[in-house]
């Protein structure tokens, strides 16, 4: 309950500054922070249970290698069901600047049944593995490294339904990365997307030069079962879908389909459906539900109860009741569970 009244407070807040809008705008709250250097930045405060804001942090982002600065925090994109974007500037890529060319998406998430926060830490995402959850503790996971001639401005896009990143330049062209994995500072191996998808996996797992490293790896194959799909043809497929995607394509996650049954084998036997039950399909891994909702919704399309209120269906002085109401429960909920 350490954050139940903050969060009471902000909600009774908005409810009374916007009337009628029911989206999750609230994912996390800010507060000013100290740097290095006595500056101050707005920084993120706390996160609601069970959402994640995604960060890209490294040298070449807004706030530098800062996990809780919302100036890294990776904006939900609108139309794009799932994907987050932020724009960095690469510097020309030499042997001085290969730190200036690294980054991380960071996952700044809460769970307070877990008490698991990685709000400020460096709890790195592990790319291509979307059923992964953020973990502060472990912070050597998948680094991200563009290397160009020169400078380059781009746009980093991040699915987190699929965990792929895809990067565009200003013109609309793809921008090849290096990916490390999984991989400690001074030891990480950069390769191409397609150079890991010509890799097993069991060579890679072998050839990490570090045991903590594997230890990260396996405490995660614990949890969730790895798809492994930087090592095929999978992420690489991926990749090219989230492109296509950005440019104004079609979803390229598969949707499952509702089956229907024919009525006329229905009528024809109605004992089939109790003798032999349809199984659904098993979705897609590209369908795996993402952990995360987007931070900021504000942008987000009207919810059912907005929608109604616009339609007349709802007065708008009744659903500032509803919005008062709820918090008034939520708060009374909240003191009773700390006395």
């Known amino acids: 309950m350490r954050k139940s009244i903050k969060r009471i407070a902000a909600t009774l807040m908005a409810a009374t500054m916007v009337l009628g809008t029911m989206t999750s705008a609230f994912a996390y709250t800010t507060k000013t922070a100290t740097a290095e250097g006595g500056y101050t930045y707005e920084a993120i405060d706390m996160t609601d249970d069970d959402e994640t804001v995604y960060l890209a942090v490294g040298n070449m982002s807004p706030e530098a290698w800062k996990t809780n ?24 890529y030499d042997d001085a600047s290969k730190w200036q060319s690294r980054f991380g998406i960071c996952g700044a998430f809460y769970n307070e049944e877990e008490d698991m926060d990685t709000t400020g830490t460096w709890a790195r995402m592990l790319v291509g593995e979307p059923a992964y959850t953020p973990d502060s503790t472990k912070t050597c996971l998948s680094n991200i490294s563009v290397r160009p001639e020169a400078e380059l401005k ?78 095929g043809e999978t992420y ?3 990749v090219e ?38 199984t659904a399909a098993a979705p897609t891994q590209a369908a795996a539900p993402t952990q995360a909702a987007a931070p900021t919704r504000a942008a987000a399309p009207t919810t059912a109860a907005n929608q109604a209120t616009r339609t007349g269906d709802v007065a708008p002085v009744a659903l500032l009741a ?13 003191k009773k569970k700390e006395a």
């Not at 191996?189 to 890679?204: G, P, Q, R, W």
């Not at 296509?244 to 004992?271: F, I, L, M, Q, R």
């Open 241 to 278: 879908g989230l492109a296509a995607y950005v440019k104004g394509g079609a979803d390229y996650v598969a949707k499952e389909e509702p089956k229907t049954e024919d009525p006329s084998t229905a009528a024809a036997d109605p004992t089939t459906a109790a003798a032999a039950p349809t």
């Open 154 to 231: 781009a746009t980093v896009y991040y699915d987190a339904r699929t965990a792929t990143v895809y990067i565009e330049d200003a013109d609309g062209n793809a921008v090849d990365y290096y990916l490390s994995w999984v991989g400690n500072d001074d030891d990480e191996v950069y390769m191409t997307v397609s150079e890991y998808a010509a890799k097993s996996y069991d060579d890679y797992y072998k050839e990490l030069t570090t045991d903590d490293r594997r230890g990260d790896i396996d405490a995660i194959a614990e949890k969730i079962t790895l798809t492994k799909s930087l090592f």
């Open 236 to 238: 690489g497929k991926n």
């Open 322 to 334: 509803v919005l008062l109401a709820s918090v008034a429960v939520v708060a009374v909920a909240a």
């Open 69 to 92: 600065a919302t100036a890294n925090i990776m904006k939900p994109v609108e139309g794009l069901e799932g994907v987050y974007s932020i724009d960095l500037t690469f510097p020309a």
